[in-house]
């Protein structure tokens, strides 16, 4: 239980860290293939405006997940 609130903890702190005036804005530290960090990342990014557009495995077999706001992306590739 300790593990996922830290999960969570970081996936907001992440998400509320990032600049908006990037086009593009890539993170890789996340653990996409956990249910519960996939769950917050897609609330926190509904929240904050951040529209779902992607979600797909790179040729790396890595899960990407690409949101976005206006004419800001962001990318998150899990790890």
Do not use: H
């Amino acid at each position: 239980m300790k593990k996922k609130l830290q999960l969570l903890a970081t996936a907001m702190m992440l998400l509320l860290s990032v600049n908006a005036s990037a086009d593009t804005i890539i993170n890789s530290d996340l653990n996409l293939y956990n249910p519960d960090v996939r769950k917050c990342l897609l609330d926190a990014s509904k929240s904050e405006g951040w529209e779902l557009k992607s979600v797909y495995m790179n040729a790396d077999k890595k899960l990407v997940y690409v949101f976005s706001k206006d004419n800001n992306d962001k990318i998150f590739i899990s790890k």
